[in-house]
C-alpha cells in the first residue's frame, strides 16, 4: 500500500517557472525524501529531510516539511526542460513507501 | 562506483509462464528492495531482505512470487505462473542504512505479459 499522495498529478510550466509538488502521508515518519524519474529509469534520490527539520535546500531545491499537518512540499526553483520527470515522495517508517507522483512537464 | 544492476531490462513473456529478475545490488549495502510499478503509479513494496532475511514480504503474492537473496548479496525475484496483471516494471533498489538513508535503484526490469 502506498503512503503518501502527491498534488498536483500533473504539471505543466514554461521553463523558468518555479515548480511545487505537494504530498501529504498518513502516518508518522521517521524521515521524508524526494525521488525523481525520468521516463524508463529508475527513481534517483534527490533530498530527504527528517521529522525534526522543517526546511532543507539543495541547489534548486527547497523542501519544507509539516509534521503536524503530515505534508511536505518540493519546490523547484527557475526549472529547465531537463527537470522534465516524475516526483516522488517517500516516507520511512518500518519501510519506505511512495506516493503516486508527480508528472512535471518543462516547456522550453 | 558500480550502481544497482538489474537484468533483463525488458521480458515479454505469454501469461501462465514462469520469470525471473536478478539484481545486484551496490557493494556493502546490506538493505534490498524489491518494488513493483505499474504505468503511471509509484513503487509498491514487494518484499525488503536486511541481508539475507527477508523482514518484510507482508505484500508479496506468495501463491506466484518468490523471492531469495543468497548470501546476502544478489536476489532474484520469480513469478510463476505468470499472470496477465503481473505486467509492470520491477524496481530493485538497496540502501547502507534501513532507518535513514537514501535508496539506489536499478533500471528496472519491464515485464509484459501476453
Known amino acids: 500500500s502506498q503512503q503518501g499522495e502527491e498534488d498536483p498529478q500533473a504539471l505543466s510550466i514554461q521553463e523558468g517557472e518555479n515548480a511545487t509538488m505537494n504530498c501529504s502521508y498518513k502516518?508518522?515518519?521517521?524521515?521524508l525524501q524526494w525521488y525523481r524519474q525520468n521516463s524508463g529509469r529508475g527513481l534517483v534520490h534527490l533530498i530527504l529531510i527528517r521529522s525534526n527539520e522543517r526546511e532543507k535546500h539543495s541547489g534548486r531545491l527547497r523542501v519544507t516539511l509539516d509534521t503536524s499537518k503530515k505534508s511536505s512540499s518540493l519546490l523547484i526553483t527557475a526549472s529547465r526542460a531537463a527537470d522534465t520527470a516524475s516526483y516522488f515522495c517517500?516516507?520511512?517508517?518500518?519501510?519506505?513507501?511512495f506516493g503516486a507522483g508527480t508528472r512535471l512537464t518543462v516547456k522550453p | 562506483e558500480a550502481g544497482v544492476v538489474q537484468s533483463p531490462r525488458y521480458k515479454i513473456i505469454e501469461k501462465k509462464q514462469p520469470v525471473a529478475f536478478w539484481c545486484n545490488p551496490i557493494?556493502?549495502?546490506?538493505?534490498l528492495y524489491w518494488y513493483r510499478q505499474n504505468l503511471g503509479q509509484g513503487p509498491e513494496l514487494l518484499i525488503r531482505?536486511?541481508?539475507?532475511?527477508?523482514?518484510?514480504d507482508s505484500q508479496l503474492p506468495k501463491d506466484r512470487f518468490s523471492a531469495e537473496r543468497l548470501k546476502g548479496v544478489d536476489s532474484t525475484l520469480k513469478i510463476q505462473p505468470a499472470e496477465l496483471g503481473d505486467s509492470a516494471v520491477y524496481l530493485c533498489a538497496s540502501s547502507l542504512y534501513r532507518n535513514t538513508g537514501e535508496l539506489f535503484f536499478g533500471e528496472g526490469s519491464r515485464l509484459t505479459v501476453l
Open positions: 557493494s556493502g549495502h546490506n538493505t
Open positions: 531482505y536486511e541481508n539475507e532475511e527477508a523482514v518484510d
Open positions: 502516518t508518522s515518519i521517521n524521515n
Open positions: 517517500a516516507t520511512f517508517t518500518n519501510d519506505m513507501r
